[in-house]
């Protein structure tokens, strides 16, 4: 069973700069995260969706992070104008919904490292 | 706002110490304690646990649950270098409209020294 895919898997950026991140969750998956990891802590939920829905995108700064899932499976998450305070790892995780008999644990990407200068 | 907190947040250790790593919780709606390690990048999933006092367990690495008292305790016997990672406990949660979340502690970094 192919992983969750994640790309890029590092980028630095110039503070002010524009940058976006694309996850590919495991197929047939319908439930997808995006986690800010800041170095020293744990991840921290910045969007999750179901299908092409948002459930809970409470703590996403959306003044400058935005993410959509527009046919339901892959993913995008953006941040316009980037600042220092962004540099972490960005990890997109996917499962089946809960209630489904599939239910599982979530499946994490590998993660994109953003550096912010 | 759910909480998940883990402890200690670091632990430094000898090849074939025996280690207990806690997390404990408060969060509406419970489905669910998941532990994960994280080496690198991506957490992997080692433990899902549902259910109070059943434990689960996966070669040197055992887990329970403790749905009263809202922990749970991660075991490593005999650890090897290899053991060494971030090991993260989340809880899963039902949504208020739909769905779960999920909610990641801080993690406790284990070091294990040859």
């Known amino acids: 069973e192919a992983g969750v895919a994640q790309s890029p898997r590092y980028k630095i950026i110039e503070k002010r700069q524009s940058v976006a991140f694309w996850c590919n969750p495991i197929?047939?998956?319908?439930?997808l995260y995006w986690y800010q990891q800041i170095l020293g802590q744990g991840p921290k939920l910045l969007i999750q969706?179901?299908?092409?829905?948002?459930?809970?995108d409470s703590q996403l700064p959306k003044d400058r992070f935005s993410a959509e899932r527009l046919k339901g499976v892959d993913s995008t998450l953006k941040i316009q104008p980037a600042k220092l305070e962004d540099s972490a790892v960005y990890l997109c995780?996917?499962?089946?919904?809960?209630?489904?008999?599939?239910?599982?644990?979530?499946?994490f990407g590998q993660g994109t490292r953003l550096t912010v200068v | 706002e759910d909480k998940v907190v883990q402890s200690p947040l670091s632990l430094v250790v000898h090849e074939g110490d025996t280690v207990t790593l806690n997390c404990s919780y408060e969060?509406?709606?419970?489905?669910?304690l998941l532990w994960y390690k994280q080496e690198k990048k991506a957490p992997t999933f080692l433990f899902m646990l549902?259910?109070?006092?059943i434990e689960k367990k996966s070669g040197r690495l055992s887990s329970i649950l403790d749905k009263k008292e809202l922990f749970s305790i991660l075991n490593i016997t005999a650890t090897q270098t290899g053991d060494s990672a971030i090991y993260l406990c989340?809880?899963?949660?039902?949504?208020?409209?739909?769905?779960?979340?999920?909610?990641f502690g801080e993690g406790t970094q284990l070091t294990v020294n040859p």
């Open positions: 995780a996917s499962s089946w919904p809960p209630g489904q008999p599939l239910n599982t644990e979530a499946f």
């Open positions: 197929s047939g998956h319908a439930t």
């Open positions: 969706f179901q299908n092409n829905g948002v459930v809970d």
């Open positions: 969060v509406t709606n419970f489905r669910s």
């Open positions: 549902t259910s109070s006092g």
């Open positions: 989340a809880v899963e949660a039902r949504g208020e409209t739909s769905g779960s979340r999920l909610t």
